[in-house]
């Protein structure tokens, strides 16, 4: 029962390096038509075709929601990564054609909120220049505290502060400014929402720290997408299609099976939309879960894994899929 | 093709009838010879043509009459139609979906031209003329959700979603089987759901969630569900009980054919653009059961599904005390024979009644 999500051709107009890190990716609809209208905080899963390996990654819109006729996306390289980064730096150029899938905001704005408060580390950036484009059009109220490396490294740092003066407080590493966040949380207004997008350290700093303060769960959003990790190569059952597949080293669970022609329902690939959860027939060996899906219970029962982002060690595998 | 709309009431002298077109395309809910709740979502991505699944909003001969009548229910109860503050966003999200989709799918009757912001609106069965700035509600008789619901068939209740559940945050309820979106404003998936016997410790409503949450933009879905309701009303909402829930004694084994109707829901999921809510259209089709049983697949399984449905079920959807008089009417039209699988009337290849 896979809900599924469409795909769009899509035609790269423009490639703009951003900074050392980032660069920046234009896509026009390949037939004219107008592209859908999103929300702020949606992701496209985009595809690379690299050699004989099709890659998925998600990104999220950084563009004008309203924008229908074109969408961009940011995309950090990640030198230690498999590739996908890699590969968008490396070889996708304007004229390329591509597919995207329809946008699935996994990262929504609460509408309800009287305030939306932003955290943002490096290239957690890009969904909220989406969100507060859709804010500013909106008169709502949003405020963005945005941590990066230093100045040369801050994507979209100036623009930023110049479109919105007063809205945008940006920290950069390399001259020890930090956001001093329990002042910050400290002195919101009643109905405030937070919103972290960044690296997990990031995160999990957000998330524990207006939780000490006493922050409903409900106020707190964070999104952080995982890539898969490489690491040894292992062998899996899939038991409903009888088949034996083996997992490359830089290949995931969930990559090894599409390969296989098996279908599994996916949304996000990192490990945080739930989608491709799958269940465990039986296994010897350990796993190595890398999502933030599955409460720490079902990862200790060994009943469940998330292929898109985690691994196994071990003898045997098996799963009903 | 042209639709004839036709002139007629769903209260007071009831003279809503199906012609042979409508009874053909009835959205007839049964698959096989009995009926359990399952999730049964498939992707509404057309169907058949001239079937009810073929346009993204059906429009059919009873259009301008129910507008009519969902009018009138609003004068007398305006909180029918409720929108909290923050779901103003999926309201234009709505119209701009039920506009565009309307004006591509019939554009003989509706026509949507656009500049910029700009809007130009021709709804020529209503004989709607409305230019509007999209996005500002002051250019608009009402607000953009119930502007757009005055002029489409069904209900729609509109879902904000977050905290991994769908929230009934806004909607359009006027032709509902008992329930009420002034009681269910605000509520969760699970909380709106809480009176539906059997279904939860099936399981279903954890299983239909995760569906729903994952329905994406451009891949809407639908499914099919019933009730069984005396004359053809459409407004039977717990408000107003006192006026209708008596009418379900007036059933005679001489009227039972013509008073008693089989109502389908035609229920579609949509996700909204802009706001990332859900918006639930319910679109409700009755049928006398006299016309049901011209159809002699139809007839025998009706039969068959309202004879052995669990008793809880019956009582749920109202018509426990009915029951005997009703599978007494059907089993006339019953004779034992298998009948093909699916939906479709299979009109060419069923045979007749067997004397």
Not at chain 1, 127 to 142: D, S
Not at chain 1, 230 to 243: Q, T
Request: charged residues 25%; aromatic residues 10%.
């Amino acid at each position: 029962m896979s809900a599924g999500t469409r795909k769009i051709a899509v035609t790269v107009s423009d490639v703009v390096k951003v900074n050392e890190l980032v660069t920046r990716f234009r896509f026009v609809p390949t037939d004219g038509a107008p592209l859908p209208t999103f929300s702020g905080g949606a992701h496209v899963v985009v595809e690379m075709q690299d050699g004989d390996v099709t890659r998925l990654n998600p990104y999220s819109l950084m563009s004008d929601p309203m924008d229908q006729s074109a969408y961009t996306i940011s995309v950090r390289r990640d030198d230690e990564g498999r590739g996908g980064s890699l590969f968008m730096h490396t070889k996708v150029k304007p004229g390329d054609q591509m597919m995207i899938s329809y946008p699935v905001n996994l990262f929504a704005l609460d509408l309800r909120a009287k305030k939306h408060l932003m955290i943002a580390g490096g290239i957690g950036i890009t969904p909220f220049l989406a969100q507060i484009k859709q804010l500013a059009a909106m008169n709502g109220n949003f405020e963005l505290h945005y941590s990066c490396r230093s100045p040369a490294l801050g994507s979209y740092a100036d623009e930023l502060t110049t479109a919105h003066p007063g809205r945008v407080h940006v920290y950069f590493d390399d001259q020890k400014q930090a956001i001093d966040l329990e002042t910050l949380l400290d002195g919101q207004p009643l109905g405030t929402h937070i919103y972290v997008c960044g690296p997990k350290g990031m995160i999990n700093w957000v998330r524990d720290k207006a939780s000490a303060l006493g922050w409903p769960r409900e106020a707190v959003h964070y999104e952080e997408f995982l890539a898969p990790q490489s690491g040894k190569p292992f062998e899996v059952k899939l038991a409903v299609s009888n088949k034996v597949i083996t997992v490359g080293e830089h290949q995931s669970l969930l990559e090894a099976m599409e390969a296989a022609g098996v279908d599994a329902p996916y949304l996000c690939r990192g490990g945080a939309c739930g989608q491709c959860e799958t269940d465990v027939i039986g296994y010897d060996g350990k796993f190595i879960h890398h999502d933030h899906w599955l409460e720490d219970e079902d990862k200790a029962s060994g009943k469940k894994i998330m292929p898109c982002v985690s691994r196994f060690e071990g003898k045997t595998l098996v799963l009903d899929r | 093709m042209t639709i004839q709309f036709n002139d007629e009431t769903f209260r007071g002298d009831y003279t809503f009838k199906n012609s042979q077109w409508a009874i053909d395309r009835f959205p007839f809910p049964f698959h096989e010879d009995n009926y359990m709740y399952s999730v049964n979502m498939e992707q509404h991505q057309g169907g058949p043509e001239g079937s009810v699944y073929e346009k993204r909003f059906d429009v059919d001969e009873h259009y301008v009459s129910e507008m009519k009548d969902r009018a009138q229910v609003l004068a007398e109860d305006p909180l029918r139609c409720q929108s909290l503050p923050h779901m103003t966003l999926a309201g234009w999200d709505l119209l701009e979906l039920i506009m565009v989709s309307k004006s591509e799918d019939y554009p003989d009757l509706f026509e949507l031209h656009r500049d910029g912001n700009h809007w130009h609106w021709i709804n020529k069965p209503m004989g709607i003329d409305q230019r509007f700035t999209f996005m500002d509600e002051t250019t608009l008789p009402y607000g953009p959700m119930e502007y757009i619901t005055r002029q489409t068939q069904g209900d729609f209740a509109v879902l904000d979603q977050r905290d991994d559940n769908l929230w009934m945050d806004a909607g359009m309820v006027t032709t509902q089987a008992d329930w009420s979106l002034d009681f269910d404003i605000g509520m969760n998936f699970f909380e709106w759901h809480a009176p539906v016997p059997k279904a939860h410790e099936m399981g279903i409503f954890v299983r239909a969630l995760k569906f729903l949450l994952n329905v994406q933009q451009g891949s809407p879905a639908r499914r099919l569900n019933w009730t069984m309701t005396v004359n053809p009303l459409l407004d039977t909402s717990p408000e107003n009980y006192h006026k209708w829930g008596v009418q379900k004694t007036t059933l005679t084994p001489e009227n039972v054919g013509q008073k008693q109707h089989l109502r389908v829901e035609l229920q579609t999921f949509f996700r909204l653009p802009r706001s990332n809510a859900l918006v639930f259209p319910i679109r409700c089709y009755l049928i006398a059961l006299e016309d049901v049983v011209s159809v002699p697949k139809w007839g025998r399984r009706l039969h068959r599904v309202i004879r052995d449905l669990p008793e809880e079920l019956a009582t749920y959807k109202g018509f426990i005390d009915n029951r005997p008089l009703i599978v007494d009417y059907l089993s006339k039209f019953d004779d034992g024979l298998a009948t093909s699988p699916g939906i479709w009337p299979d009109k060419d290849s069923e045979p007749p009644l067997q004397a």
